[in-house]
């Protein structure tokens, strides 16, 4: 009688880590994709920044320019690319490469490096374009 209760005990503890390995398997998932997400958040907000700082110098002309100071460069950026008027950024996620892009009105120029971390970026009003540079 005492083996059948201790296979009891056995049966009851192994099912509930089982469940309790289940839950931790799912909230890990939760949290890299909620990671990813915010990833792709700052990637969105950073070129929408760019763009709109470039709208504005666009509009008041040359020489006017802005400086942004705590431009965030997520992690797993590979490329960004200002050409025309359109800011790409390429960032990797789980399913491969991400495109996020922004469009200016004004014609761009320039280049920032993809390195994560907070970066200062001065977007400049020339005769017929803008120019985005990392300073």
């Known amino acids: 009688m005492k ?6 005990y056995l049966m009851i503890f192994s099912v509930v880590i089982a469940l309790v390995l289940i ?3 799912y909230a890990g998932q939760i949290t ?3 990671k990813e997400e915010i990833r792709i958040s700052n990637a969105i907000a950073v070129v929408n920044e760019i763009a709109d700082a470039a709208n504005i110098v666009n509009t ?3 020489p006017s320019q802005i400086t942004l100071t705590s431009v965030y460069i997520p992690e797993g950026v590979e490329l960004i690319n200002i050409t025309g008027k359109i800011i790409l950024l390429k960032i990797r996620v789980a399913g491969g490469i991400s495109d996020v892009f922004a469009i200016s009105k004004a014609n761009l120029q320039g ?3 993809n390195t994560q971390g907070i970066k200062k970026i001065r977007i400049r009003a020339e005769d017929n374009y803008v120019n ?3 300073v």
Not at 3 to 8: L, T
Request: hydrophobic share 40%; net charge negative; glycine share 10%.
């Open 132 to 134: 985005v540079t990392e």
């Open 111 to 113: 280049s920032i490096s």
């Open 3 to 8: 083996g059948q209760a201790a296979f009891e």
């Open 60 to 62: 008041q002309g040359k």
């Open 32 to 34: 890299e994709r909620n």
């Open 23 to 25: 839950l931790v398997a």
